[in-house]
């Protein structure tokens, strides 16, 4: 079992960041994966980020440019840098890990973005 939770969402202006983090309760050093999601009202959950146990990471389209996935081994965290907002990635962001074949989530983080 993975217990992962999010925090660090809130109200921002456009243009502004914010930075999200979730925490797991086991060692991510063994998690080969661990994502952030989003989910907007009305939307199915896409992905946002990725970030593999070498470094590697993945980003949609969107966020390119201005967002950036890390992890911290030491720490167990994974972060979510979010700069440049815009009103569209308003969302419910949700931590992902996957572990052992299956997907642990996380209870959410809403992220507001107002024009």
């Known amino acids: 079992q993975v217990q992962l939770v999010e925090s660090g969402g809130g109200l921002v202006q456009a243009g502004g960041s914010l930075r999200l983090s979730c925490a797991a309760s086991v060692s991510i050093f063994t998690i080969n994966t661990m994502a952030w999601y989003r989910q907007a009202p009305g939307k199915q959950r896409e992905l946002v980020a990725d970030i593999r146990s070498g470094g590697s990471t993945n980003y949609a389209d969107s966020v390119k440019g201005r967002f950036t996935i890390s992890r911290d081994n030491a720490k167990n965290t994974v972060s979510l840098q979010m700069n440049s907002l815009k009103p569209e990635d308003t969302a419910v962001y949700y931590c992902?890990?996957?572990?052992?074949?299956?997907?642990?989530w996380g209870q959410g983080t809403q992220v507001t973005v107002s024009s």
């Open positions: 992902n890990a996957y572990y052992l074949y299956r997907n642990y």
